[in-house]
């Protein structure tokens, strides 16, 4: 059995590592080649924390797992992340333990990731401001992806707690692009693509704010009852997601579908698109929209490539389970 520490999935993992195994696994799963077990999420009422399980199986892959973890809110005064993980991998011929994966760097990886295939597929390649809303732990993770799938030149951003968004404007610096804080309508009418990553119970950005053209990737909501968009957004755009029984039941198009704004046939598998059955954009004034939710999948794929080149590289721990 491997044991494969934060730190070296640090090493051993960079972006577009990540961006290849859940590409792969995004196209596995809509040829029906993966799938995702039920998620157990549950409130413990004990230090606020949402604690659960993430797992399925890759066919094509050969990745068996689960993720374990969830959302501590009072872990950043603690010095700690707020997201905790641990991934497990199992042997799928033998059921044995192969590897404990640390899941809290690979958990940013994967979600920057998914929204940056988001907008390698979908973005108009014209696409030149990009707008954050969120300044989170995620959010740096986030702009770093994204920022290497177009030729922007300009970050503008906004934050529910104006004073996260230096820190991001920071990671802006760092990777050269100028970084602006602005107010949301200011944000839609800049923006080629918005990328929303915060923890908000209700719409931060209105259809009318947004221009005709843009992508959106929405990755906050992951959960029943969260939300960042206006509904009304999702109605006037054309939208994909991860995985669509997520997306209506705990991702962004939970409150359109339950308004019902738009059906769940009209929502399309972003592996169809990376698969070519789906054209994708259609037009340079069609919205695009992904839901982001979150899959299991995601994190046994990057975890499985930790484990692999860990192990390539001598630094995984081997030890007798
Ligand atoms: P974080 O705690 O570091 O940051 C939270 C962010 O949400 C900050 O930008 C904060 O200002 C903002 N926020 C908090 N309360 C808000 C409110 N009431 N209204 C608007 N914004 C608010 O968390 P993080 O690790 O950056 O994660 C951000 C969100 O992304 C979380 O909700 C998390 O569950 C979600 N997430 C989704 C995926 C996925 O795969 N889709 C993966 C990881 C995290």
Known sequence: MLIVTEDICKQVIGRADAFVAVEAVFAAMAKGDAYNFPV??????????LYGFKSGFDRAGLVLGLKSGGYW??????????????VFLFDPDTGMLQALVGGNYLTA????????????????????VLGMVG??????????????????????????HPDMLPGLGK?????????????????GAEADVIISITAAHEPLLMKDWVKPGTHLACMGTDTAGKQEMDPALLAA??????????????????????AGLIVEDAITSIGDVINGNHPGRASDDEITLFDGTGVGLQDLAVASAAARLAEEQGKARQVDF
């Open 171 to 187: 990671v802006a610096e760092e990777i050269g692009l100028p970084f602006e804080a602005v107010e949301r309508e200011q944000l």
């Open 40 to 49: 157990i999420r549950e409130a413990i009422g004990h230090a606020d924390a």
């Open 237 to 258: 755009a054309t939208v994909f997601t991860d995985e669509v029984a997520q997306s209506i039941s705990i991702g962004e198009a939970q409150h359109a579908i339950a």
């Open 73 to 86: 809110p009072g872990n950043m005064d603690k010095g700690l992340t707020n997201h905790q993980s641990t």
């Open 109 to 128: 990886v994967r979600t920057a990731a998914s929204s940056s295939i988001s907008i390698a597929h979908l973005a108009r390649k014209d696409a030149k």
């Open 135 to 160: 300044a989170g732990h995620q959010a740096g993770f986030q702009l770093r992806a994204a920022a290497e799938q177009r030729e922007f030149n300009k970050v503008v951003a906004w934050n529910y």
